[in-house]
T-cell receptor, first 115, second 118 residues
Framework: GAGVSQSPRYKVAKRGQDVALRCDPI?????LFWYQQALGQGPEFLTY????????KSGLPSDRFFAERPEGSVSTLKIQRTQQEDSAVYLC?????????????FGEGSRLTVL | AQKITQTQPGMFVQEKEAVTLDCTYD???????LFWYKQPSSGEMIFLIY??????QNATEGRYSLNFQKARKSANLVISASQLGDSAMYFC???????????????FGKGTKLSVIP
């Protein structure tokens, strides 16, 4: 497809389980972002990739969160030993522009529920 | 201080009427971009409109216009001729030009829930 694709759309995990969320950005988009959106809140920045390089991971809430984009296209966000506070929608976005002017194109998100 | 402030948690508007959604921002950068996104209940973030800090004209996209008042640091979204399908969450967001990490991340407000009444 032409848009940003995320999978799975829904994930239920038991507390303590590891989860992996996948993002397939728009072809040719160099910039890739991960955001976390808690219920009733705006998205909050987690991490940023320019091609395969992770240039900013200042938003990752703990060392249980890990993201990679090894070949500069598909990205995976991994959460280890999930906790209930990790329950949120995880949004992936990609952008063509390398500066502040470009629109971010978002995927539909992966909704994680930790029991 | 919050970088993006949306003071209206919820708004109601009659179908076919115009509505203004408020947004103020805080930045010391001279170069920045302001965005509005719509998020229906299905969850996807839909881009509506963009205003650059150096743009002298207010941005317009169809029924959407952005009332950009730089001195007041406000970037209100105006939706004209509201439709039932406009019912959704609306988020104001900013990308700052002076990003030390080079990420040019979008910073979002908390959103406004718009309900269009038939």
């Amino acid at each position: 497809g032409a848009g940003v694709s995320q999978s799975p759309r829904y994930k239920v995990a038991k507390r303590g389980q590891d989860v992996a969320l996948r993002c397939d950005p728009i072809s040719g988009h160099v910039s890739l972002f991960w955001y976390q959106q808690a219920l009733g809140q705006g998205p909050e920045f987690l991490t940023y990739f320019q091609n395969e390089a992770q240039l900013d991971k200042s938003g990752l809430p703990s060392d249980r969160f890990f993201a990679e984009r090894p070949e500069g296209s598909v990205s995976t966000l991994k959460i280890q030993r999930t906790q209930q506070e990790d329950s949120a929608v995880y949004l992936c976005a990609s952008s063509l522009a390398l500066d502040y002017t470009g629109e971010l194109f978002f995927g539909e998100g992966s909704r994680l529920t930790v029991l | 201080a919050q970088k993006i402030t949306q003071t209206q948690p919820g708004m109601f508007v009659q179908e076919k009427e115009a509505v203004t959604l408020d947004c103020t921002y805080d930045t010391s950068d001279q170069s920045y971009g302001l965005f509005w996104y719509k998020q229906p209940s299905s969850g996807e973030m839909i881009f509506l409109i963009y205003q650059g800090s150096y743009d002298e004209q207010n941005a317009t996209e169809g029924r959407y216009s952005l009332n950009f008042q730089k001195a007041r640091k406000s970037a209100n979204l105006v939706i004209s001729a509201s439709q039932l399908g406009d019912s959704a969450m609306y988020f104001c967001a900013m990308r700052e030009g002076n990003s030390g990490a080079g990420s040019y991340q979008l910073t979002f407000g908390k959103g406004t829930k718009l309900s269009v009444i038939p």
